[in-house]
Structure formats: structure tokens, C-alpha cells
């Protein structure tokens, strides 16, 4: 049941530091109150609605505290634990959600965190969760769940150990908000570069020629430079559609030719894509209607992920989920990609479909982009592509600094990796007197 664990941890149960808080309590008709919900795999307690003590439906509301424990029966299979933030005391959770006070006196609230966050735990709620309904039998038990093990180091190691991911946390958090910085910095600069080019004030405008109807890069553009054109943009690129080869053909996949597919939309955030999870073969593309592109084709992901761009790196094909673009001498690919790039807000309002949202290829062929002069097309994309290498290099931080998270948490959490004396010893006057800090 347990791991090997060091000689000075406690082999415990979470019903050995937890206590069940079932106190229930009514909400005013005319109250506002907050409920809670719990994500899953250990994102912890959220605030899911604000509600009116008229709407509830029975007393069975159970106001939570800065510390307590909570998960959701139905989706602890999934990880739905955690530990209640100071900013979400005062909330209120329903019966599906057993609640719990800490006894400070044995664990730190920020170290039970942790625990509650490993995927180890969502792994046991699995095997033991039942019912006998298709709604109820995935319920997690609290009976079940206060006889979950957990290994418990001294007070002041799970303090050091806290603080220790804390620190990681708190690197994804600024990564995340730098990333937020350069998306929003890039929205603002691209928006006047793809407007009124690099000129931008200084720049001569002329009205626009023609309605634009289709290709929007801002709504409310009604003057451009004098030397830029409004175009359709299948008179400066070839549109192409990608194929599926036949999957019941053994021989027509499994060869040298990449195959891109919604399987790779993934890796559609760089500035170009080289490889595929499929190759298909020289004699499944001649028995198809796919067809191998050049490098530079600016491929669109037109259904599931709508809006994703890049060009590729290599020859090859790609499924129907694509509309992509063969690039002619009046137009820069890497321009094109960053217009698509820019265009979230107008594929929102082109996608249709009830049940899979998707561009179908005749919008693609009346679209209409704003054309300036090649040379500033090239300088354009210049900026354009900066701020996507900085952004795909935090993006690679945030993956490492959230794999390095998982490791540490792992090790630190069972013991195989101690922290030297002195990080621990920092804690020592506080052992005594132990707080409700939620990491």
C-alpha cells in the first residue's frame, strides 16, 4: 500500500488529517451566493456561477473555508481535487461535493495541495469509484476516499517542500502572463502593420477601392496606403485541397511522403512544419486527389482547430482538413501566414456547421487580402514572425518548466528526493504554529 518512505514519515490515511465538515446552510431569498465547482486533474476549486437564494433547490448548501478540502464525487476519477483558496472562501459547494477541514496540527494545507494534485490519486478514485446507474458509477465515496494512503513527512519538510514547487508555480505563472503580454503586443502592432504597413502615420491613404466583404483583417478599415491593392486572393496564390488516401489500401501508407492531418495541428504554431505522425505512399498520392506540395505553401487548418497557419518546410500532401495556398511572385508566403494569423476574429464569423465547425472552400475562394508592395510585404512578416519565435520560445518554457513541476512533485512527494537540511531548517519556528497556506 505504501512505498518505501523514509524512516522519519508517517504511513497515514487521509481520514487520519481530514474531518468532515457537514454543516448545512440555507441562503437568504434575496442573497446572492457563489458556487464552486472542481476541475479536473488537479487545477483545483473554481468559482463555476453566482446564484439567488431564491433559485436553491434544498438546504443542502455547504459553505467552504480558506483551506478545506473538496472534490467532486462524480469526476474524482478524473483528479476533481483540491484545496480551497483564501479568495474562494465564504463560497458555497452542494452535496456532490465532500467537504473537509485540515487538522493543521499534522499537515500543512499547502503540502495536502500537492498531494491531491498527483495523477497517482485520480489513478486510485478510478478503481475504487462505483455505482450501479451509468450517472452514478463513477462516484467517488467519502468513506472510500478518507481511506486513500498518504505518506506525511515531518511539518516542517512538507512546508519546505511546498515551498519549493511554489517556486515553480509561481515561474509558470509569470511565463503564462509574458505570454499573454506578447499575444496582446502582437494583436496591437500587427493590426497597424496589416492596416497601414510599415509606414503606419506617415503612410498616403486612399479609400478602399471595393467593398471588402470576405478576408478581414480589422472591421473597421475604411482607408489603406496608396500603393496597396485589395485583391482576391486566389489571383496571387493557388488554392489547393488536401485528400485522404484510401485507408483500406495497406500499400498506400507507411512510405516517404508526409502526410499532414489533423493529427499534427499541434505542431502548427511554428513558423514552418517538417514532419508528420503519417507518411503516405508515392502510389496511395497518384490513386488519390491529394496532391505533393512545395516548400512554402501556407497550409490553413480549416475545420476542428480553424485558424491555424504555417508553411511548409518540406514537400507534402495533406488530408481535406486543410485548404492551403501555392504562393505566386506578387505574394510573400510568410505574409500570408501572418494575415491568416491575424484573422481569428473573421474565421469566428465565417465557421459553420452544427456539429464540427469548419471554413467549407468556397469562402476561401472569394476571400480578399490587402496587398502591399513585395518588399513591405517582407518586412511585414519580419515582425510578424519575431514575435512568434518569442512566443514559441516562452510556449517551449512553459512545457519544461511544467515537466520539471511533475518530476520534482513526484520525487519530493514520496521521499526518494529529500531537500538539504537548511531548506528544511528555515521552517523550524513555525512547525508549532501551523498555518493555512494553499500552494
Known amino acids: 500500500m505504501w512505498a518505501d518512505i523514509p524512516d522519519d514519515w508517517e504511513k497515514a490515511y487521509f481520514g487520519d488529517i481530514l474531518a468532515e465538515k457537514s454543516s448545512r446552510e440555507r441562503v437568504k431569498a434575496d442573497a446572492e451566493y457563489k458556487m464552486l465547482g472542481v476541475r479536473w486533474y488537479g487545477n483545483g476549486p473554481f468559482?463555476?456561477?453566482?446564484?439567488?437564494?431564491?433559485?436553491?433547490?434544498?438546504?443542502?448548501?455547504?459553505?467552504?473555508?480558506?483551506?478545506?478540502?473538496?472534490?467532486?464525487?462524480?469526476?474524482?476519477?478524473?483528479?476533481?481535487?483540491?484545496?480551497?483558496?483564501?479568495?474562494?472562501?465564504?463560497?458555497?459547494?452542494?452535496?456532490?461535493?465532500?467537504?473537509?477541514?485540515?487538522?493543521?496540527?499534522?499537515?500543512?494545507?499547502?503540502?495536502?495541495?500537492?498531494?491531491?494534485?498527483?495523477?497517482?490519486?485520480?489513478d486510485r478514485a478510478n478503481i475504487v469509484s462505483t455505482g450501479t446507474t451509468s450517472i452514478s458509477r463513477n462516484r467517488l465515496d467519502e468513506r472510500d476516499f478518507l481511506r486513500f494512503p498518504l505518506s506525511l513527512p515531518p511539518y516542517v519538510e512538507q512546508l519546505a517542500i511546498s515551498e519549493v514547487l511554489q517556486s515553480v508555480d509561481d515561474e509558470i505563472d509569470r511565463t503564462r502572463d509574458l505570454l499573454k503580454s506578447l499575444a496582446a503586443a502582437k494583436f496591437a502592432v500587427m493590426r497597424d502593420l496589416l492596416t497601414c504597413g510599415m509606414r503606419r502615420d506617415a503612410a498616403h491613404l486612399q479609400p478602399l477601392p471595393e467593398r471588402w466583404v470576405l478576408g478581414r483583417v480589422a472591421g473597421d478599415v475604411t482607408h489603406i496606403p496608396a500603393d496597396w491593392k485589395l485583391v482576391r486572393l486566389t489571383s496571387v496564390a493557388k488554392l489547393e485541397s488536401g485528400h485522404t488516401p484510401d485507408r483500406k489500401r495497406p500499400d498506400y501508407w507507411g512510405g516517404d511522403v508526409p502526410w499532414l492531418s489533423l493529427g499534427d495541428t499541434n505542431g502548427l504554431g511554428g513558423l514552418t512544419v517538417s514532419t508528420t505522425t503519417e507518411c503516405a505512399t508515392q502510389l496511395g498520392i497518384q490513386n488519390s486527389s491529394a496532391r505533393v506540395l512545395p516548400v512554402d505553401t501556407v497550409v490553413f487548418s480549416r475545420t476542428a482547430t480553424v485558424g491555424k497557419a504555417t508553411r511548409l518546410a518540406v514537400p507534402m500532401a495533406t488530408s481535406q482538413d486543410f485548404a492551403n495556398?501555392?504562393?505566386?511572385?506578387?505574394?510573400?508566403?510568410?505574409?500570408?501566414?501572418?494575415?491568416?494569423?491575424?484573422?481569428?476574429?473573421?474565421?469566428?464569423?465565417?465557421?459553420?456547421?452544427?456539429?464540427?465547425?469548419?471554413?467549407?472552400?468556397?469562402?476561401?475562394?472569394?476571400?480578399?487580402?490587402?496587398?502591399?508592395?513585395?518588399?513591405?510585404?517582407?518586412?511585414?512578416?519580419?515582425?510578424?514572425?519575431?514575435?512568434?519565435?518569442?512566443?514559441?520560445?516562452?510556449?517551449?518554457?512553459?512545457?519544461?518548466?511544467?515537466?520539471?513541476?511533475?518530476?520534482?512533485?513526484?520525487?519530493?512527494?514520496?521521499?526518494?528526493?529529500?531537500?538539504?537540511?537548511?531548506?528544511?531548517?528555515?521552517?523550524?519556528?513555525?512547525?508549532?504554529?501551523?498555518?493555512?497556506?494553499?500552494?
Not at 479568495?87 to 473537509?100: A, D, I, M, Q, R
Request: aromatic share 10%; with cysteine; glycine share 6%.
Open 325 to 439: 495556398w501555392v504562393c505566386g511572385p506578387k505574394i510573400c508566403p510568410r505574409y500570408l501566414v501572418q494575415v491568416f494569423r491575424h484573422m481569428r476574429r473573421e474565421w469566428d464569423r465565417l465557421q459553420e456547421g452544427s456539429t464540427h465547425q469548419t471554413i467549407y472552400m468556397p469562402v476561401f475562394k472569394k476571400l480578399q487580402i490587402l496587398l502591399p508592395p513585395k518588399d513591405e510585404q517582407t518586412k511585414i512578416a519580419d515582425a510578424g514572425d519575431a514575435f512568434d519565435l518569442r512566443i514559441e520560445a516562452e510556449q517551449n518554457k512553459l512545457v519544461e518548466f511544467a515537466n520539471v513541476r511533475a518530476a520534482l512533485a513526484q520525487e519530493l512527494l514520496s521521499g526518494r528526493l529529500r531537500l538539504p537540511p537548511a531548506m528544511v531548517a528555515r521552517f523550524a519556528n513555525v512547525a508549532a504554529q501551523p498555518e493555512v497556506a494553499v500552494a
Open 47 to 122: 468559482h463555476r456561477e453566482t446564484r439567488k437564494g431564491a433559485e436553491q433547490s434544498a438546504a443542502h448548501l455547504f459553505r467552504v473555508q480558506y483551506g478545506d478540502v473538496i472534490y467532486n464525487k462524480l469526476f474524482a476519477w478524473k483528479g476533481s481535487f483540491g484545496v480551497v483558496e483564501e479568495s474562494l472562501s465564504g463560497c458555497f459547494v452542494s452535496n456532490e461535493f465532500p467537504l473537509f477541514s485540515i487538522d493543521l496540527r499534522k499537515a500543512n494545507a499547502g503540502f495536502i495541495a500537492r498531494i491531491l494534485r498527483a495523477p497517482r490519486l485520480a
